[in-house]
């Protein structure tokens, strides 16, 4: 988009015209800074997607990507994690045991999906949400292999989707991907934080009056090709492990996805 529509009045406006009047979250930030395990998520109320706007970037969010909030299916914040590879995929509900509209909360306590205090993770697999999941990232794959004149392949892949109150399908973010080309060469890992010390390029376009980055921020980092996948790391705050037979409590903080 043009640089003149990247006024604070005219992200606001589009980044809140699916708000939802029972919820004062409006958006969610998602980011890395150099060294983080996991990627940054913090959702924004309208008073706080305004200050986000305004206020020049810190290191913690200075690289990343605001989207609109999307509002679940049921009364709790959840995203399904899906972890995809050409032989195998799993997934995994983060549900958030609190109300989303609890206002006795803070925003960050009822919307996280990734905290081990307000999170738990209900392993999915068989039925037919799984297996439409399943069939969506392989065609991201598939449209990644077309996309590159089929000179890549997607290795591994680590996607956020979330069910909406309609039962649609989104897809938020990618959190991880690895590609290889024919020969099973891996290309340089992209990331989403720069070097501390990576000099901003001079004709880079910035928005007017913030000093924030366009451009997406991705840069490629070849100093680790042997890094684990993302799936397999034990992150420092992991959510509980929940059986996924247990169908009283799905059914209650997930509405039965």
Known sequence: ??????????VTEALIRRQDPTVDIVAVFVGSAQGDVQPITEYLSAEGLDYFLS????????????????????????I???????????MNSCININRLADPDLEVQERAATNDEKHCVLIPMSGNVLAKQL????????????????QQYKVS????????????????????????????GN??????????????????????????????????FDDRSPGRSKSR??????????????????????????
Do not use: Y
């Open 186 to 219: 891996k290309l340089p890992r992209a990331v989403l934080a720069p070097e501390e010390d990576e000099p901003v390029p001079k004709d880079a376009p910035r928005r007017k009056g913030t000093g924030r980055r366009d451009e997406s921020g991705v840069t």
């Open 55 to 78: 206020t020049p970037p810190s290191r913690r969010t200075k690289v990343g990507m605001l989207q609109t909030f999307i509002h679940p299916k049921g009364t709790s914040n959840f």
């Open 134 to 149: 399943e069939r969506l990232c392989d065609t991201i794959a598939e449209h990644l292999h077309l996309a590159s004149q």
């Open 156 to 183: 591994s892949m680590v996607i956020n989707f979330k069910i909406d109150n309609e039962d649609r399908v989104w897809l938020l973010w990618c959190e991880q991907l690895e590609v290889q080309d024919e020969m």
């Open 232 to 257: 397999r790391r034990s992150p420092p705050s992991e959510p509980e492990m929940v059986d996924d037979d247990d169908d009283d409590f799905f059914s209650a903080h997930a509405s039965n996805m």
């Open 80 to 90: 399904i994690r899906v972890s995809w590879t050409p032989e195998e995929c799993t």
């Open 1 to 10: 988009r043009r640089l003149k529509d990247l006024s604070v009045k005219k």
